[in-house]
């Protein structure tokens, strides 16, 4: 079937190189954090993917640091009642359980999920409407799958990607030239970029160009 999702808004950023290992993530996780702490249940459900267990940690510290007594709801201060959370391969059975099981809720009581890619597919979560890379994925493929989780609804949704130019330097092992490309690519649509490489010549998109992606934004 065709790759499209007409109800998602695709946006690539840079990301400012930073010569601290993890500390150039405080200016990605911090927005999120802080729309997280005024919004609370309101903020939109939303998966940032990361590439390492050690990016992964610094980000939830980071939050937990950040979000304080207000990352609870209520406010008892047991992991089941956290409004964000980390998903990797070696959490707790139980804690995954919980997460995967929050997801499926219309309105679930977890809001931002740090995770890695152990959070894959048959995962079926309807109120996802926005997801984050904080770091490119090796191939399109990869990054379409991951994108594709948001809007499962059919609500208006987000996918956002940030990379720098040693997130997809030659020298990182499996990134793909079309992945490289997608990532710098300001000549065309990234929607039909995308399609393109499934083998489509358009897209289902109708709506306005600045609901489409960042490049369309530009050129509206």
């Known amino acids: ?7 998602i ?7 400012l190189p930073n010569i601290k290992k993890y500390d150039k993530y405080d200016d990605l996780i911090m927005p999120l954090c802080t729309e997280l702490k005024s919004l609370k249940s309101n903020f939109p459900v939303t998966i940032c993917y990361m590439d390492s267990l050690e990016s992964l940690a610094y980000c939830y510290l980071f939050a937990e640091e950040f979000l304080g007594e207000v990352a609870y709801d209520p406010k008892e201060q047991i992991p089941e009642n956290r409004i964000f959370a980390m998903f990797h391969k070696d959490y707790t059975n139980k804690m995954k359980t919980h997460i995967i099981t929050e997801l499926r809720k219309p309105e679930p009581k977890i809001r931002l999920v740090l995770a890695t890619v152990a959070l894959g597919m048959g995962l079926n979560a309807p109120a996802v409407t926005h997801i984050v890379h904080f770091r490119p994925p090796t191939s399109l493929e990869k990054y379409m799958q991951e994108s594709g989780r948001a ?10 990607l940030y990379f720098n130019n040693s997130d997809i330097a030659a020298n990182r092992p499996g990134m793909t030239d079309e992945m490289r ?26 709506g306005d160009k600045k609901d489409c992606c960042s490049h369309c934004r530009k050129t509206a």
């Not at 808004?9 to 990301?15: A, G, L």
């Not at 490309?181 to 010549?201: A, T």
């Open 9 to 15: 808004y695709y946006e690539v950023k840079t990301r």
């Open 151 to 160: 809007g499962r609804g059919g609500q208006l949704s987000k996918a956002t």
């Open 181 to 206: 490309h997608y990532c710098r690519s300001d000549e065309i649509c990234l929607r039909l970029l995308l399609v393109k490489h499934f083998g489509f010549d358009k897209t289902l998109y109708t």
């Open 1 to 7: 079937s065709n790759p499209d999702r007409p109800n």
